[in-house]
């Protein structure tokens, strides 16, 4: 007699409407995943994906959500913590309310899901989740401290949970990509004004980071770094992905002294 076949591996990608989480939706699709995407708005076709309303923002609305995927699926295997939105300012100019809103989308957001999710994935007999950091949660970039606030934030409780979860058999996996081409930087939140005294430093790298980002890449291999985790067995804590020049700077901070490294992402930003 034939051994029936194993069930479908069942992933949540939360920010799936957009970017890189409809990206690695519609790879992992492809690849044979059932594949639950999760926004805000649920009437965004996601090709091979199933929608869900979620608010990561707000407990309620994860918990709904993690509820019709379980009567749907039945089990959940994987999670990719992909929701988030960037923003750009001096610290200076940012008040206390943005920055709040910046923590509870890209932090409390991911939190508030992998604290929905685990239940489940015990139950399943283990797991991936995937915690969508950034370059930006390796290096604190100028006029990004925010963001890279809230992903330096994300870093620090991935590593932690990653321990936590181990005996589970739930494997918790940063990846950090830099520059790459999607409707981050449209939908980007701006915190600056003329009146600044930083504004003449904000124009500067503005300029330049818009001249990188034409030139980056569509976020394809992300996707595909992606499906090559949730292959894995022992998958690593992080992976750094993006542009030649962008993971020499992160290795860089690591053996160069501070002052020649600062040095150095000054020159790489253009300021």
């Known amino acids: 007699m034939t051994e029936p076949p194993p069930p479908q591996r069942v992933v949540l990608i939360t920010g799936a409407t957009s970017g890189i989480g409809k990206v690695c939706a519609e790879h ?9 995407g999760a926004g805000r708005r649920a009437n965004v076709p996601v090709h091979g994906a199933e929608m869900l309303v979620m608010d990561v923002d707000d407990d309620a609305s994860v918990r709904a959500g993690v509820e019709t995927l379980l009567k749907r699926a039945g089990r959940l295997d994987a999670v990719v913590n992909n929701a988030g939105f960037s923003t750009r300012g001096a610290a200076e100019d940012f008040s206390i309310e943005n920055a709040k809103a910046q923590f509870e989308t890209n932090f409390f957001g991911a939190m508030r899901v992998c604290q929905a999710v685990l239940p489940a994935m015990r139950a399943s007999g283990g797991g991936h989740i995937v915690n969508m950091s950034s370059l930006a949660g390796l290096v ?29 058999n739930i494997r918790v996996v940063l990846v950090e990509p830099g520059d790459f081409r999607t409707e981050i930087g449209a939908k980007r939140r701006f915190y600056a004004s003329q009146d600044s005294v930083y504004w003449s430093a904000f124009e500067k790298l503005m300029q330049r980071r818009g001249r990188d980002a034409a030139a980056s890449p569509t976020p394809e291999p992300i996707a595909r770094l992606v499906e090559k985790i949730l292959n894995s067995d022992r998958p690593k804590t992080r992976y ?26 000054i020159r790489a930003v253009g300021l």
């Not at 934030?153 to 949970?161: K, N, Q, T």
């Not at 750094?240 to 992402?265: D, N």
């Open 28 to 36: 992992l699709a492809g690849s044979g995943w059932r594949v639950f």
């Open 140 to 168: 604190g970039l100028p006029f990004a401290g925010l963001y890279s606030a809230s992903k330096f934030a994300l870093e620090g409780f991935s590593e932690s949970l990653r321990h936590e979860t181990r005996p589970f």
């Open 240 to 265: 750094a992905i993006g542009m030649r020049h962008q993971l020499l700077l992160i290795r860089a901070k690591r053996f160069l002294p501070q002052a020649v490294f600062e040095w150095a992402l």
